[in-house]
């Protein structure tokens, strides 16, 4: 019963076009090769990227990078298991947090006394972040795996509240209020700062941005190949049928207990290194950075992709983080959006409007996301047919049922509540 | 003693406020299965129309057509958006109530910025003291209209014909349907209830002695959320003991505040959600909530 509800969408488009039974072996191999070939080109397209690009769209890409990975941790837990949660931002601040401590110097350059840090160097920070944020969501999972659905959305939701508190409060850590600023990082004494050592490639400078647009870019593809593994592994199949039904897991020798802790646990600590490339990105971290906001941005970047696919949760990422930043940019280019304080609507505000649009009408039209729509491109394009190969730059969404594409909603009857 | 009892009071009263949004949020559950977490923006859209209306219309003016601006706007929410998706999955429904809600915020607060419009209540912002027990006025009122309104409602769910049809539906939506029971309008009346309730809440939530309406009512409004979870989300009776058990909760740890301190200042905002956490460990469904059964 799971086998027909649990193909992983995204980039899975092997498995999905065998399933369909549509288009025979050949076809099948073509479009493997044409995925492999993109897959290459869009990997030199990213590893180039520095040379030509400036520090905005170099520093742009970083948060994608750290957002995305957070996305993918959130996104297990979400779209894979259907466990609802709101607390992402609590994790991502433990991770942020953990890195800011662990890795900062006390003191703090003499401007702000009694702010306290270990002075360890940034991978243990890193390192660090990430088991701590791992061992929040293990602590918190015996709560999670006693709630079902809803209920888990709203004491998940609680978490972040107590988590805010928490950094106002506790100002030796978090540096309270006002936050502390996060060390640099630095990896076997080569920093990814703007100098020590310089570096010149290409006759290109790499300074900091360019730096850190690598670190962020290796983290990802490590991240999205784990999730990818995981989900088309033993423990991934024994999440995806948890989330259609307990009942049928538990009969069927799934752990249910088991396998919702250690979901938490992987996902919490996507969102602790997700957290620690937000403290680097930004070069400090302050409560505000971790609130409900941010959480339920995290839930738009995941149902915009596509609930349960991991190349989804990439995409979702780079339209919920790069939309405000690139909005920000061009403000004075594009029409109603303004500056600050100057009566059109600022960047902020407009790319909340439209990833709040868009979370609607994707819920309503397309559950599958965008990963979805893309899949959809991609099988009516193994399948020849012309009008696909004329525009595929339109994903104009066609009635529901045209293309076979594997539904990612929970089935229904799932939700037991 | 007296600082016992006044917080005692003062709790209450708070707690009446969140009982109503509880009450509607419960209401919209029990109604149409949704967890509608555009709830806090439809209460602070409620604050901002009566504070802006106010001007021209008059108090009581702006306070009717507050209310029905908070009622249409649920009303519209349920017919264009949550009918449609009648049967999808609840995390579906709650993700797009996420999506209204960050609509609705964000125009809210692009439009309320950094000021805090007053709301001109005719009772002001004066205190009353009850046997040395100081409340203010608003606070008082507001218990009473709660109490009033609660009890009407249910009343109203127990013997009226709307309410008979939505336990119906609630208890086994299919059964009623083919009892005659029109779903559709059984959830879009919820909606409007709902909406009614928040903007009742919201007109009591911005009087003194909160200064009046800023984007923090917002997160006032979210305390609410605990309330309905912990009392239980299909308990109508949850919502209330939920909402006074939250309230309670809050004036106390804000008024004993000197003797928790090694908790943080402010830690009577961030109470709701250790007490909702508490008693979800013990009682996973909340305090009155039905148990999951599964029958296998």
Same mark, same amino acid.
């Given at each position: 019963?799971?086998?027909?509800?649990?193909?992983?969408? @995204?980039?899975?488009?092997?498995?999905? #076009?065998?399933? +369909? !039974?549509? *288009? $025979?072996?050949?076809?099948? =191999?073509? &479009?493997?090769?044409?995925?492999?070939?993109?897959?290459?080109?869009?990997?030199?397209?990213?590893?180039?990227?520095?040379?030509?690009?400036?520090?905005?769209?170099?520093?742009?890409?970083?948060?994608?990078?750290?957002?995305?990975?957070?996305?993918?941790?959130?996104?297990?837990?979400?779209?894979?298991?259907?466990?609802?949660?709101?607390?992402?931002?609590?994790?991502? @601040?433990?991770?942020?947090?953990?890195? #800011?401590?662990? +890795? !900062?110097? *006390? $003191?703090?350059?003499?401007? =702000?006394? &009694?702010?306290?840090?270990?002075?360890?160097?940034?991978?243990?920070?890193?390192?660090?972040?990430?088991?701590?944020?791992?061992?929040?969501?293990?602590?918190?999972?015996?709560?999670?795996?006693?709630?079902?659905?809803?209920?888990?959305?709203?004491?998940?939701?609680?978490?972040?509240?107590?988590?805010?508190?928490?950094?106002?409060?506790?100002?030796?850590?978090?540096?309270?209020?006002?936050?502390?600023?996060?060390?640099?990082? +630095?990896?076997?004494?080569?920093?990814?700062?703007?100098?020590?050592?310089?570096?010149?490639?290409?006759?290109?400078?790499?300074?900091?941005?360019?730096?850190?647009?690598?670190?962020?870019?290796?983290?990802?593809?490590?991240?999205?190949?784990?999730?990818?593994?995981?989900?088309?592994?033993?423990?991934?199949?024994?999440?995806?049928?948890?989330?259609?039904?307990?009942?049928?897991?538990?009969?069927?020798?799934?752990?249910?207990?088991?396998?919702?802790?250690?979901?938490?646990?992987?996902?919490?600590?996507?969102?602790?290194?997700?957290?620690?490339?937000?403290?680097?990105?930004?070069?400090?971290?302050?409560?505000?950075?971790?609130?409900?906001?941010?959480?339920?941005?995290?839930?738009?970047?995941?149902?915009?992709?596509?609930?349960?696919?991991?190349?989804?949760?990439?995409?979702?990422?780079?339209?919920?983080?790069?939309?405000?930043?690139?909005?920000?940019?061009?403000?004075?280019?594009?029409?109603?959006?303004?500056?600050?304080?100057?009566?059109?609507?600022?960047?902020?505000?407009?790319?909340?409007?439209?990833?709040?649009?868009?979370?609607?009408?994707?819920?309503?039209?397309?559950?599958?996301?965008?990963?979805?729509?893309?899949?959809?491109?991609?099988?009516?394009?193994?399948?020849?047919?012309?009008?696909?190969?004329?525009?595929?730059?339109?994903?104009?969404?066609?009635?529901?049922?045209?293309?076979?594409?594997?539904?990612?909603?929970?089935?229904?009857?799932?939700?037991?509540? | 003693?007296?600082?016992?009892?006044?917080?005692?009071?003062?709790?209450?009263?708070?707690?009446?406020?969140?009982?109503?949004?509880?009450?509607?949020?419960?209401?919209?559950?029990?109604?149409?299965?949704?967890?509608?977490?555009?709830?806090?923006?439809?209460?602070?859209?409620?604050?901002?129309?009566?504070?802006?209306?106010?001007?021209?219309?008059?108090?009581?003016?702006?306070?009717?057509?507050?209310?029905?601006?908070?009622?249409?706007?649920?009303?519209?929410?349920?017919?264009?958006?949550?009918?449609?998706?009648?049967?999808?999955?609840?995390?579906?429904?709650?993700?797009?109530?996420?999506?209204?809600?960050?609509?609705?915020?964000?125009?809210?607060?692009?439009?309320?910025?950094?000021?805090?419009?007053?709301?001109?209540?005719?009772?002001?912002?004066?205190?009353?003291?009850?046997?040395?027990?100081?409340?203010?006025?608003?606070?008082?009122?507001?218990?009473?209209?709660?109490?009033?309104?609660?009890?009407?409602?249910?009343?109203?769910?127990?013997?009226?014909?709307?309410?008979?049809?939505?336990?119906?539906?609630?208890?086994?939506?299919?059964?009623?349907?083919?009892?005659?029971?029109?779903?559709?309008?059984?959830?879009?009346?919820?909606?409007?209830?709902?909406?009614?309730?928040?903007?009742?809440?919201?007109?009591?939530?911005?009087?003194?002695?909160?200064?009046?309406?800023?984007?923090?009512?917002?997160?006032?409004?979210?305390?609410?959320?605990?309330?309905?979870?912990?009392?239980?989300?299909?308990?109508?009776?949850?919502?209330?003991?939920?909402?006074?058990?939250?309230?309670?909760?809050?004036?106390?740890?804000?008024?004993?505040?000197?003797?928790?301190?090694?908790?943080?200042?402010?830690?009577?905002?961030?109470?709701?959600?250790?007490?909702?956490?508490?008693?979800?460990?013990?009682?996973?469904?909340?305090?009155?909530?039905?148990?999951?059964?599964?029958?296998?």
């Amino acid at each position: 019963m799971s086998e027909q509800t649990v193909s992983p969408p @995204a980039g899975a488009t092997s498995t999905a #076009s065998r399933g +369909s !039974g549509r *288009s $025979g072996p050949a076809p099948d =191999r073509r &479009g493997s090769v044409v995925k492999w070939v993109l897959l290459g080109l869009l990997l030199v397209f990213l590893l180039v990227f520095p040379l030509y690009f400036d520090e905005f769209w170099l520093r742009t890409g970083f948060a994608v990078f750290g957002a995305a990975i957070g996305a993918i941790g959130l996104n297990l837990l979400v779209g894979t298991t259907g466990q609802l949660s709101l607390a992402h931002a609590f994790f991502l @601040a433990v991770g942020a947090v953990s890195y #800011s401590y662990v +890795s !900062g110097e *006390s $003191g703090g350059l003499g401007t =702000r006394a &009694g702010i306290e840090g270990l002075g360890l160097p940034p991978i243990v920070g890193m390192v660090v972040g990430v088991l701590l944020a791992g061992l929040a969501g293990l602590v918190f999972s015996p709560i999670a795996a006693r709630l079902r659905g809803i209920y888990l959305g709203v004491a998940s939701l609680g978490l972040v509240f107590i988590g805010v508190h928490v950094l106002n409060t506790w100002t030796p850590v978090t540096g309270g209020f006002n936050g502390r600023s996060a060390p640099e990082f +630095s990896l076997f004494g080569f920093t990814f700062g703007n100098s020590d050592p310089q570096l010149f490639v290409l006759g290109v400078p790499f300074r900091e941005a360019e730096r850190l647009w690598y670190l962020g870019l290796v983290l990802l593809i490590a991240a999205y190949m784990f999730a990818r593994n995981l989900l088309r592994s033993r423990p991934g199949r024994a999440l995806q049928t948890l989330r259609d039904s307990e009942v049928a897991a538990s009969v069927m020798g799934v752990n249910v207990q088991a396998y919702k802790a250690r979901v938490f646990l992987v996902s919490s600590m996507y969102a602790g290194l997700s957290g620690v490339l937000y403290a680097l990105s930004i070069g400090s971290i302050a409560p505000e950075s971790f609130g409900l906001v941010v959480s339920i941005q995290y839930l738009a970047m995941i149902v915009l992709g596509g609930l349960g696919s991991v190349g989804g949760a990439v995409l979702g990422a780079l339209f919920v983080t790069a939309l405000p930043l690139l909005f920000q940019q061009y403000a004075d280019v594009l029409p109603l959006v303004s500056a600050p304080g100057q009566g059109g609507i600022s960047a902020g505000f407009a790319a909340r409007f439209l990833y709040g649009a868009a979370i609607i009408l994707i819920v309503l039209f397309e559950p599958a996301g965008l990963a979805g729509i893309a899949q959809r491109l991609t099988s009516r394009f193994r399948r020849g047919r012309a009008p696909a190969r004329g525009g595929p730059a339109t994903p104009a969404p066609e009635q529901p049922g045209s293309a076979p594409t594997p539904s990612v909603r929970p089935s229904q009857g799932s939700d037991t509540r | 003693m007296t600082q016992f009892l006044s917080l005692l009071l003062n709790g209450l009263s708070l707690g009446a406020i969140y009982a109503l949004i509880a009450l509607g949020f419960v209401i919209i559950f029990k109604a149409s299965e949704v967890v509608s977490f555009t709830h806090g923006s439809l209460l602070l859209l409620g604050a901002y129309s009566i504070a802006r209306l106010s001007e021209p219309l008059g108090f009581l003016g702006a306070v009717l057509v507050g209310l029905v601006i908070t009622a249409l706007a649920a009303f519209l929410v349920e017919r264009f958006i949550i009918n449609r998706l009648r049967g999808a999955p609840v995390i579906s429904l709650a993700i797009v109530t996420i999506g209204v809600d960050i609509i609705l915020l964000t125009e809210l607060i692009r439009r309320i910025g950094p000021d805090i419009l007053n709301v001109p209540h005719p009772w002001g912002g004066e205190s009353v003291r009850i046997g040395g027990i100081g409340i203010t006025q608003n606070r008082l009122i507001a218990m009473i209209v709660a109490g009033l309104l609660i009890a009407a409602f249910f009343v109203a769910f127990k013997y009226s014909s709307w309410g008979v049809a939505m336990r119906a539906s609630a208890e086994d939506g299919e059964t009623a349907a083919l009892m005659g029971i029109r779903q559709g309008r059984v959830s879009a009346l919820a909606w409007v209830v709902a909406g009614v309730l928040a903007g009742v809440a919201a007109l009591f939530l911005v009087g003194s002695p909160t200064p009046g309406v800023s984007s923090a009512v917002y997160a006032t409004a979210l305390r609410a959320f605990p309330a309905a979870i912990l009392g239980g989300l299909d308990s109508t009776g949850g919502a209330l003991v939920g909402g006074l058990l939250i309230g309670l909760a809050e004036s106390f740890a804000a008024g004993y505040q000197e003797n928790l301190l090694f908790l943080g200042r402010g830690f009577g905002e961030v109470v709701p959600y250790v007490v909702m956490i508490a008693v979800l460990l013990v009682r996973p469904s909340g305090l009155f909530g039905t148990k999951e059964l599964t029958r296998v």
